[in-house]
């Protein structure tokens, strides 16, 4: 039989690269959930090392699988590899081929992400790549996420017990019946709270268990008449079995867990965007793209990130403009005026008390983006080659990214291209929260903030600047680190006493009197640079006072580097919240 030629020829290589990318997705989502399935198997052991491992590698996985495809069909394709008519034409069939497939919007940013590896493109290029800003990755799901449903046949107590009784692990239950009481009285109470108590009819769960980190939740919603609550319990391993840790029952105790601030989920779904449309019955503020995200999907939830800012641009006449705070010696930042997203650009050169190398910093970033952020360190999205309408920019601004930031920052035509850019959520900067806060918002600030350093030391993360511009609020009132450039391990720093002066002029002077090397920590002198005033000072004092003190960071550093695991929990401020081993 005569091999095919001309048109035929390139029909015939369009479907056989169009059928290696679907296979090439197909391992990459195999890969993923055998990882994702090792979380009830990592919890049920109290294998938190594993767990620690098994974030690092899914999240590698996706950036192996695009770089291995993509080099794969440059060698097979070889001078036709940057073919654009041929490309056309593979995603062509590459769109037939993925219909009927379960998340196709992910199989479409996979595509994307291999032809943007192979051509380099600079802002989006329709004919090679999947892109529109009507696109909605939720719309055209018909079925919805596997869940158990539960009614209520008189007893809050028995609803319950039978709830809990379908989530056994390997691990006995420590106590099932206190377990059982204790998500029995928490609902009561609310339900009392709300006067729906009688009307409770269902209560509705996603089949898979959520696992974070040391925790496992069920997640679901309670139904009434007409009315909802979210509902997600956290279950603990101690050495003595599970148990019922915290019931959450509010839409912001929920949302803090889901948050952008925290480790992704492992949980092992058919079709995430089932998922997704749940999750947002219960937290209908919360992003698409953070859901997608906080799901484990991270390039599918920057995707639509990318999208959501190109449908707020195409939807309204906002202006790029300087973010709130003061300015970075590291970064230039800007923000749409009415978006809650910040751009931030790392500046060409930086002043002379910076003594980091911008290749430094993108190492922090990363290092972030693959650590325990413990619901205190905000979720930096990488961009790169993204094209931005210059009409769009505030003069001023613009001034400055193309004169401090011309390494990623170049204006070509009518278009903004930025090389390279984190992305991230905008928060008010705790500086500018407390000069505008009543006195007991700026005290549960303060509070907050000296609980954010102790949460990021307990994860092994020292913050370096410990300057309140560093540091931003959340709608939810949290206080959360932004600023990564002086960002290090706590393991990796000299906390030291402040030696005893000898000469009283010595305190007068500019410089230290005594040897400071590069990791040197003083926390004895954190205080003086923060500004508190008296009241403040106090509050901070009370709370947080030993953190000022060396040696509670060089015991905290001992059992860091024992291997002790220290958790932070994400529930919410109202409830206790301690750290302690696990």
């Known amino acids: 039989m005569a091999e095919p030629t001309g048109d035929a020829a390139d029909a015939a290589l369009a479907h056989d690269v169009a059928s290696v990318i679907v296979a090439a997705f197909a391992r990459y989502n195999a890969e993923y959930r055998v990882i994702t399935r090792l979380a009830p198997e990592r919890f049920e052991n109290r294998d938190w090392a594993g767990v620690q491992s098994d974030?690092?590698?899914?999240?590698?996985?996706?950036?192996?699988?695009?770089?291995?495809?993509?080099?794969?069909?440059?060698?097979?394709?070889?001078?036709?590899?940057?073919?654009?008519?041929?490309?056309?034409?593979?995603?062509?069939?590459?769109?037939?081929?993925?219909?009927?497939?379960?998340?196709?919007?992910?199989?479409?940013?996979f595509f994307s992400s291999i032809t943007r590896r192979l051509f380099d493109t600079v802002g989006v290029d329709l004919a090679i790549e999947f892109f529109a800003l009507d696109l909605d990755p939720l719309r055209g799901?018909?079925?919805?996420?596997?869940?158990?449903?539960?009614?209520?046949?008189?007893?809050?107590?028995l609803l319950f017990e039978e709830l809990l009784s379908d989530f056994?692990?390997?691990?006995?239950?420590?106590?099932?019946?206190g377990s059982v009481r204790h998500v029995a009285t928490d609902v009561k109470m609310r339900l009392q709270r709300a006067g729906a108590s009688p009307d409770l009819q269902e209560i509705e769960v996603i089949r898979p268990v959520f696992y974070q980190m040391s925790r496992a939740y069920v997640v679901g919603r309670i139904h009434g008449d007409g009315w909802m609550l979210p509902l997600a319990i956290a279950i603990r391993n101690t050495e003595r079995g599970v148990l019922v840790d915290a019931v959450m029952l509010n839409e912001s105790d929920v949302s803090i867990l889901f948050s952008?601030?925290?480790?992704?989920?492992?949980?092992?779904?058919?079709?995430?965007?089932?998922?997704?449309?749940?999750?947002?019955?219960?937290?209908?503020?919360?992003?698409?793209?953070?859901?997608?995200?906080?799901?484990?999907?991270?390039?599918?939830?920057?995707?639509?990130?990318?999208?959501?800012?190109?449908r707020h641009l195409h939807e309204t006449d906002d202006r790029f403009v300087r973010a709130p705070g003061e300015r970075g010696m590291v970064m230039a930042c800007f923000t749409l005026e009415d978006y809650d997203v910040i751009f931030k650009v790392i500046r060409d050169q930086f002043p002379a008390v910076k003594t980091i190398r911008r290749e430094e910093v993108m190492a922090k970033y990363d290092m972030v983006f693959k650590h325990d952020r413990a619901g205190r360190l905000v979720d930096a999205q990488e961009f790169r080659r993204i094209r931005l309408p210059r009409r769009r920019f505030e003069p001023e601004m613009l001034a400055e990214l193309t004169a401090e930031c011309a390494i990623n920052v170049q204006v070509e035509g009518d278009d903004v291209i930025v090389a390279q850019a984190y992305v991230e959520r905008r928060m008010t900067p705790l500086n500018l929260?407390?000069?505008?806060?009543?006195?007991?918002?700026?005290?549960?600030?303060?509070?907050?903030?000296?609980?954010?350093?102790?949460?990021?030391?307990?994860?092994?993360?020292?913050?370096?600047?410990?300057?309140?511009?560093?540091?931003?609020?959340t709608r939810h009132s949290r206080v959360i680190f932004y600023d990564y450039d002086e960002l290090c391990r706590v393991t990796d720093c000299r906390f030291r006493d402040l030696p005893p002066v000898q000469d009283p002029e010595d305190e007068m002077r500019a410089e230290s009197w005594f040897y400071v090397a590069d990791n040197d920590v003083f926390p004895e002198t954190f205080l003086r640079f923060l500004g508190f005033e008296d009241r403040l000072r106090e509050v901070f004092l009370d709370k947080h006072g030993e953190i000022l003190e060396a040696g509670w960071w060089r015991s905290l550093q001992e059992r860091l580097c024992r291997g002790d695991v220290v958790e932070v929990l994400p529930y919410h401020p109202h409830r206790v919240r301690v750290a302690s081993s696990i």
């Open 55 to 109: 974030v690092v590698e899914r999240l590698e996985l996706y950036s192996s699988m695009v770089n291995q495809t993509a080099s794969d069909l440059h060698e097979r394709l070889g001078a036709r590899a940057l073919d654009t008519s041929l490309w056309t034409a593979v995603k062509s069939s590459y769109a037939q081929q993925i219909v009927g497939l379960a998340d196709p919007e992910f199989l479409k940013t």
């Open 260 to 310: 952008f601030t925290r480790s992704y989920f492992h949980v092992d779904l058919e079709r995430v965007g089932e998922a997704v449309l749940f999750l947002r019955s219960i937290m209908p503020q919360k992003p698409v793209s953070e859901l997608f995200t906080v799901l484990g999907r991270a390039k599918q939830g920057k995707t639509e990130r990318f999208r959501e800012i190109f």
């Open 168 to 177: 056994r692990f390997r691990t006995p239950w420590r106590d099932f019946e």
């Open 433 to 473: 929260y407390l000069r505008s806060a009543t006195g007991e918002q700026a005290e549960l600030a303060v509070i907050e903030y000296g609980q954010a350093i102790r949460d990021l030391a307990y994860t092994n993360i020292f913050a370096g600047d410990l300057l309140l511009k560093n540091f931003g609020v």
């Open 141 to 157: 799901i018909d079925s919805q996420v596997g869940t158990n449903r539960y009614l209520n046949r008189g007893s809050i107590e």
